[in-house]
């Protein structure tokens, strides 16, 4: 083997442990939607209240960041490669950005976001707080889901699980339509259960209008639990 | 955790029947042997070969020939009661080496696609029959075409996944196999559920939900 030979595959081999960065900022002009498909690895966003929305990730190779603006459409999108790497996202919105993420393995935090909130995850954990969206669409196969915000009325919430708890938190005071449904686990909705007009209390199916209703709350989880909580 | 201890709770690992404590354990082994994957590995197909044997459903006449000569003893489907046989091990407590778990399930597959093949002679095929008493008019949910569709889809990503996983490494193969036991394991279920109560609009719905799980599943890792 030659000299050159041991420099490369010196100098690959400490490329691969290096870690790269990617750094964007973008400045919509109005509300804006921001997509973010990962693969595997962290994502987190969080509203600020500047007008800008700024993405950073730290990539270990071969993940590779790429990203697309076409006017207030910002997409961030995680290239497939084998063996697939990793990408950890921080993201900072505006508040009225919607948000729709997508991720195989690794958790995923939206915090204080009044956007509409789509996330579509394999393996891991989905943390909602602060939310206070017109529509949210949480599905998971294995990892649990928190929820807590308020729910606008006229608007949705659905959350799914395969395999993991449901645990949502809600103003006492938010009107809501409720229909909540475990294949294998306890349904448990606190004191909201005292309010609860109309439809069923079963093992598997709890459902019902909370005060005048309006908000669609559709919890589903296969083997977990749905816990619903008075702020 | 060694070898033989982690074979000993493969099986309960595949059902999710252990302790939280006891899967991470499963689950730290897996990751680190081979051996003990490719035991896992072998198990899962058996599991998932006999869920994926197309539901048939026979005249009257023929369903009481065919339970009577093949089960006499349970009344449900051929397909649940294969996978039902496999996830009650534990709860059976059978005093039994891999190798003659193995050997079981694939005799129950074996028996149940010799019963697939009678039934496939005597009459069309009809995907959303769990059972002999469900007429198709009390599944108004779940329609057989939708049915055959996801099933049909189900099969054509699952062909492609297996294709790719062999180029998977291991944390992505875990990720994906214990991904897909839960969501076979609530398949199971439902079918459970529908067996016992056909016209049950909630298990039609969840049994609708985990299938576009399924498929959301399959389609995520097939693109890996």
């Not at chain 2, 189900?154 to 839960?182: C, G, H, S």
Request: glycine share 6%; proline share 4%.
């Amino acid at each position: 083997m030659s000299l050159l030979s041991v420099v490369l595959l010196m100098l690959g081999a400490v490329g691969y442990a290096c870690t790269d960065r990617f750094e964007r900022i973008y400045t919509p002009q109005g509300a804006a939607h921001l997509t973010i498909k990962n693969m595997n690895g962290d994502i987190r966003v969080n509203a600020w209240d500047r007008k800008t929305i700024n993405v950073r990730a730290i990539t270990l190779p071969p993940a590779k960041v790429e990203d697309r603006v076409s006017g207030n459409e910002f997409t961030i999108s995680v290239k497939r490669h084998l063996p697939p790497g990793a990408a950890s996202f921080e993201v900072s919105v505006p508040a009225n950005t919607s948000i729709t993420l997508s991720n195989v393995m690794g958790k995923i935090e939206v915090n204080g976001v009044a956007g509409d909130v789509a996330v579509d995850s394999i393996d891991g954990e989905i943390r909602l707080q602060g939310i206070r969206a017109a529509s949210v669409d949480v599905k998971v196969t294995a990892g649990n889901i928190f929820f807590e915000g308020d729910l606008l009325d006229g608007g949705s919430c659905s959350l799914q699980a395969v395999k993991g708890d449901i645990d949502v938190t809600l103003p006492a005071a938010t009107p809501f339509d409720l229909n909540a449904r475990s294949l294998s686990g306890a349904i448990n909705i606190g004191d909201f259960i005292n309010n609860l007009m109309g439809g069923s209390k079963l093992r598997k199916n709890v459902s019902g209008t909370h005060l005048r209703g309006g908000a669609r709350l559709s919890l589903t989880t296969f083997s977990g639990r749905v816990l619903l909580h008075k702020k | 955790m060694f070898c033989n201890q982690c074979q000993e709770l493969v099986s309960d690992y595949i059902d999710g029947a252990l302790e939280l404590g006891e899967q991470l354990q499963v689950e730290r082994h897996l990751a680190d042997c081979e051996a003990c994957r490719a035991v896992r590995d072998d198990l899962l197909q058996i599991v998932h070969f006999s869920r994926q044997l197309p539901l048939q459903t026979p005249s009257g006449a023929v369903w009481s020939r065919i339970r009577s000569e093949v089960d006499s003893q349970q009344p449900a489907s051929v397909w649940y009661r294969t996978a039902r046989r496999l996830s009650t091990m534990r709860s059976r407590h059978f005093d039994m080496s891999i190798p003659q778990l193995v050997a079981s399930a694939a005799a129950l597959v074996i028996v149940a696609s010799v019963t697939v093949a009678l039934l496939r002679r005597q009459g069309p095929v009809d995907l959303t029959t769990t059972g002999g008493s469900a007429t198709p008019q009390e599944k108004s949910l779940l329609s057989h075409r939708d049915v055959a569709q996801m099933e049909e889809k189900i099969n054509e990503l699952a062909q492609t996944v297996e294709q790719r996983k062999r180029t998977w490494d291991p944390e992505l193969r875990e990720a994906f196999q214990r991904n897909m036991i839960y969501v076979d394991q609530s398949l199971a279920e439902c079918h459970h559920d529908l067996d016992a109560n056909p016209a049950d609009d909630l298990s039609q719905e969840l049994m609708l939900g985990a299938y576009r799980e399924k498929m959301r599943l399959l389609a995520s890792f097939s693109e890996f």
